[in-house]
């Protein structure tokens, strides 16, 4: 036996040994993969055709599909990704990749089982001019009952948020970057997240009525991270915050913001302007 005829036999055992391990551990390995390389698995064989549907991390990263225009075969995907009557042709003639990012996204979201998901991670920057992207599929996310959620967009016009994310009882690390001019104004009604111990935003202008929603509704929070943020507050105050940091150019002379945290064990305050 040559070392070419070695090589394939130790390939293909080596393939049958993988596909032989239980679906728990499978999904657990898919789960390290970009969803779209995830999903593609399912091209192997039978063992594998569902497989990506179990596995408990989503990531969609609108990148991946802009430097893989060209090498994406739609036919690969729609056979075990239907979207039914409203499927419409996302390729166009300018290469734009952000249509058939988005008939990914709702094609995933469509045939997932609905098992509980451990996190979810978004990236939207586009390279050319502002494209509004739903966030109505966040409303999706939430009955999943995810620990994580992390969203970064990049040049969004208008961000419409789905109010159900702050009340998501399961979430524990929450991250919200939208980098846009002008700045997001974070609105929800109301606020309820009974777990959360980590939050991230950037690019948000946050108001005194947002920060008690906040902290009323975050009973447990530790880290708070504002990024960029236009701070429209008087006063931030918790019992339990144990890390505050704020990176901001949006303080002014007039303006004083008293903190009131008396457990925080790290404090980190930064801005690019008078503060």
Same mark, same amino acid.
């Given at each position: 036996m040559d070392n070419s005829s070695r090589l394939c036999v130790q390939m293909n055992g080596g393939i049958y040994r993988i596909s032989g391990l239980p679906d728990p551990i499978l999904t657990h390995i898919l789960s390290f993969l970009p969803t779209k390389e995830a999903v593609h698995t399912c091209l192997l064989s039978k063992r594998w055709k569902n497989m990506w549907a179990s596995v408990p991390v989503l990531n969609f990263v609108l990148k991946e599909f802009r430097d893989g +225009? *060209?090498?994406?075969?739609?036919?690969? +995907?729609?056979? %075990?990704? !239907? #979207?039914? &009557?409203?499927f419409e042709n =996302? %390729?166009?003639?300018? !290469?734009? =990749? #952000?249509p058939l990012f988005e008939w990914f996204l709702h094609g995933v979201l469509e045939n997932r089982e609905p098992l509980h998901l451990g996190s979810l991670q978004f990236r939207w920057a586009p390279d050319g001019g502002c494209r509004q $992207? *739903?966030? &109505?599929?966040l409303d999706d996310i939430v009955l999943l009952m995810p620990r994580v959620i992390s969203v970064f967009i990049w040049k969004h016009p208008c961000l419409d948020f789905p109010d159900s994310v702050f009340s998501c009882t399961s979430l524990e690390n929450f991250e919200l970057v939208v980098n846009n001019v002008p700045k997001e104004l974070v609105s929800p009604k109301?606020? *309820?997240?009974p777990s959360l111990k980590v939050l991230h935003l950037g690019g948000q202008v946050l108001t005194d009525d947002f920060m008690k929603l906040l902290f009323l509704g975050c009973l447990v929070l530790e880290e708070l991270e504002l990024d960029e943020c236009m701070l429209v507050v008087s006063d931030i105050s918790s019992n339990v915050l144990k890390k505050l940091v704020i990176n901001s150019f949006n303080f002014n002379y007039d303006d004083q913001i008293q903190i009131s945290c008396p457990g925080l064990l %790290? $404090?980190? $305050?930064c801005s690019l302007g008078p503060t």
């Amino acid at each position: 036996m040559d070392n070419s005829s070695r090589l394939c036999v130790q390939m293909n055992g080596g393939i049958y040994r993988i596909s032989g391990l239980p679906d728990p551990i499978l999904t657990h390995i898919l789960s390290f993969l970009p969803t779209k390389e995830a999903v593609h698995t399912c091209l192997l064989s039978k063992r594998w055709k569902n497989m990506w549907a179990s596995v408990p991390v989503l990531n969609f990263v609108l990148k991946e599909f802009r430097d893989g +225009y *060209s090498d994406f075969k739609i036919e690969d +995907y729609e056979t %075990y990704i !239907h #979207r039914g &009557n409203e499927f419409e042709n =996302p %390729y166009n003639e300018y !290469h734009d =990749p #952000r249509p058939l990012f988005e008939w990914f996204l709702h094609g995933v979201l469509e045939n997932r089982e609905p098992l509980h998901l451990g996190s979810l991670q978004f990236r939207w920057a586009p390279d050319g001019g502002c494209r509004q $992207v *739903s966030m &109505n599929w966040l409303d999706d996310i939430v009955l999943l009952m995810p620990r994580v959620i992390s969203v970064f967009i990049w040049k969004h016009p208008c961000l419409d948020f789905p109010d159900s994310v702050f009340s998501c009882t399961s979430l524990e690390n929450f991250e919200l970057v939208v980098n846009n001019v002008p700045k997001e104004l974070v609105s929800p009604k109301s606020i *309820s997240l009974p777990s959360l111990k980590v939050l991230h935003l950037g690019g948000q202008v946050l108001t005194d009525d947002f920060m008690k929603l906040l902290f009323l509704g975050c009973l447990v929070l530790e880290e708070l991270e504002l990024d960029e943020c236009m701070l429209v507050v008087s006063d931030i105050s918790s019992n339990v915050l144990k890390k505050l940091v704020i990176n901001s150019f949006n303080f002014n002379y007039d303006d004083q913001i008293q903190i009131s945290c008396p457990g925080l064990l %790290y $404090v980190d $305050v930064c801005s690019l302007g008078p503060t």
